[in-house]
């Protein structure tokens, strides 16, 4: 056993017995090594000393002291005591539950009214002046577009019976395709009109050799609603129904007393007899499709004669022109007969073609504006 | 020196700790009379100042005050209330305030606390100072050489040399297992040795 070993020894034991063993062989080695013999004597004078340190005694008035700090509250105490006097009674854990909540509500509130940020637009039809009551539609491709409110597809409208189309679910990218239909053919109706007016109802009676503008908006706009109300209840029941064709034909026949010359309105007349008598009988607004009603009829007929369906019509009014939108959804497959048939209507401004493939899936969903300018 | 290691004392906390959960003010009082000396000098002895001792070994019995429903009886109260001790004596030198005062008061003065090691270039040729000096200046010296230790050194020859106890009750008090508790010991004997020798 060398010093290291012993000194090491020495320091591990400490004032504590070493085993025998142990023991025997650091005094033979602290016997033969005066160094080590000294170390070892002055380390068990410090640890003598250590243990016969004097025990200093507490300060007099030591349990006052700590009297006087048990009944004199901390700094968290009277922090506490000022948050209670401050929130009425509740103590610091209320106070802090109140901040959090107060956090909380500010992080939902900016998560909740945070703006989705717009994906970049990527078809852009050639577009038309927006018509009044319109949103920007937000679609993948629609940012911007104008598509009245009211005609925003619902994702649960019902899918035309025998068909296996309905209106995706997400928001496809949709079309914007403009129909004018030609101001000349609108005043050659206008003037047949009042070459032979015929009252049909109360409300007609009057001859009418040239109709106020004024007074044909207020006739198509009764019209226009009547139509709505219709296509809402027709919708309800189901597109294709006897009964909702017999509704359109009706209200032809009445827009037909309002603006058809005679033979158009003794037409009408007679197909409504035909009807009821439970005859389908041809669309009577073919014959009148130089109107804004008329060719959104025809529209709705090219529609499903192309197996699609129409998801809204909405009709607008505007200072000098007749509008109304048309949504509507039809296979692809379609889309170019369906295109042919508008043309036959009047001029149509078409969407890209590259737009059109862009929208990608079975259908091609348009919004389809039919504007007239006023004569 | 021994501890509350008698029954009569260990009896006596037993006693005063179940008035005080019955609501016993007068208790408590009697607690701190029977272990304010002993806590005062732990606190002494491992902050080397009166003062610090005594506000500490204030905040001691404060905390026993606050948490003596915690007291479970594991242990005896003595280890209980020393282990408040040494861990309001560490968290005191760690604080900032406490630092703040030492470097104040002992500016000028030669400190070789940094490391635990007093200056070496002061070492006297003296065979041994503790042979040399009186018992009032082996006490300061020792002092001396204690405060320069690191803390946790400090703590457990203070705990084993100065109050005397056993390897078991200063493993509870501070948490270390034997073997750290044993190595510890021996390093802070050979830095205390060499502090004093160079003293």
């Given amino acids: 056993m060398d010093c290291d070993q012993v000194r090491d020894i020495l320091f591990d034991a400490g004032d504590s017995d070493l085993p025998e063993e ?25 640890w003598d000393a250590l243990k016969v340190l004097p025990e200093e005694k507490a300060p007099a008035g030591f349990l006052h002291r700590v009297h006087e700090r048990i009944e004199k509250p901390g700094g968290t105490q009277r922090a506490g005591k000022w948050l209670s006097s401050v929130f009425g009674g509740k103590g610091l854990v209320e106070a802090v539950g109140l901040a959090v ?32 009551r319109v949103q920007s539609f937000q679609s993948e491709s629609g940012k911007g577009r104008a598509v009245p409110d009211a005609l925003q597809p619902s994702p649960a409208a019902p899918a035309p019976a025998g068909s296996d189309l309905a209106l995706q679910k997400a928001e496809p990218a949709i ?27 109360e409300g007609m009676k009057a001859p009418r050799s040239a109709p ?109 022109r007749q509008e109304a ?50 004569g | 020196m021994v501890l509350a290691s008698e029954s009569t004392a260990t009896d006596l906390d037993v006693a005063d700790i179940e008035e005080l959960l019955a609501g016993e003010r007068q208790a408590f009082d009697r607690l701190v009379s029977r272990h304010a000396d002993r806590i005062f000098n732990l606190c002494y002895r491992l902050l080397g100042d009166r003062d610090e001792a005594d506000d500490c070994a204030q905040d001691v019995f404060l905390k026993v005050f606050r948490n003596f429903k915690q007291f479970r009886g594991d242990s005896k109260f003595s280890t209980w209330i020393y282990s408040i001790a040494v861990n309001t004596c560490r968290n005191r030198r760690k ?44 006490e300061i010296l020792l002092q001396k050489a204690m405060d320069a230790l690191p803390q946790d050194q400090k703590t457990v020859i203070v705990l084993r040399h100065v109050e005397g106890l056993s390897y078991e009750e200063i493993c509870q008090i501070t948490g270390y297992n034997p073997g750290t508790l044993k190595s510890k010991l021996a390093r802070a004997r050979q830095l205390l040795h060499k502090n004093l020798q160079s003293l």
């Fill in chain 1, 212 to 320: 106020s503008p004024m007074r044909e908006r207020g006739v198509q706009n009764g019209l226009r609603q009547d139509l709505m109300g219709r296509e809402r209840d027709t919708e309800r029941r189901g597109r294709g129904d006897r009964e909702m064709q017999a509704a359109r034909d009706e209200v032809m026949l009445k827009r037909g007393a309002a603006s058809a010359p005679a033979e158009e309105k003794e037409r009408h007349v007679r197909q409504d007899s035909r009807l009821r008598d439970g005859h389908r009988g041809e669309v009577s607004v073919k014959d009148d499709p130089a109107t804004v009603g008329g060719a959104v009829e025809r529209i709705r007929k090219l529609v499903e004669e192309a197996h699609g369906h129409v998801a809204a019509i909405e009709p607008s009014e505007n200072t000098d």
């Fill in chain 1, 22 to 46: 142990l023991r025997t062989q650091v005094q033979a080695h602290l016997s033969q090594c005066g160094s080590c013999a000294d170390e070892a004597a002055a380390l068990q004078r410090e």
């Fill in chain 2, 95 to 138: 604080s900032a305030d406490y630092r703040f005062w030492r470097r104040i008061l002992r500016f000028g003065a030669d400190s070789a606390e940094e490391g635990g090691v007093l200056n070496p270039e002061i070492e006297d040729p003296a065979p041994s100072p503790l042979t040399l000096l009186t018992r009032r200046e082996q």
């Fill in chain 1, 175 to 201: 079309l914007t395709l403009t129909l004018i239909i030609p101001a000349e053919a609108g005043r050659r109706h206008e003037a047949a009109r009042a070459a032979a007016p015929a009252p049909h109802d």
């Fill in chain 1, 101 to 132: 909540s107060a956090v909380l509500v500010v992080v939902i509130y900016q998560a909740v009214t945070r703006e989705v940020p717009r994906p970049k637009r990527t078809a852009v039809p050639p577009t038309v002046e927006a018509p009044a």
């Fill in chain 1, 325 to 374: 939108t048309v949504v509507a959804e039809i296979p692809r497959e379609a889309f170019s007969g369906f295109l042919n048939g508008l043309k036959q209507l009047g001029s149509i401004q078409e969407a890209e073609e590259e737009a059109i493939q862009r929208q990608g899936g079975p259908t091609v969903r348009f919004s389809l504006q039919v504007t007239r300018p006023r």
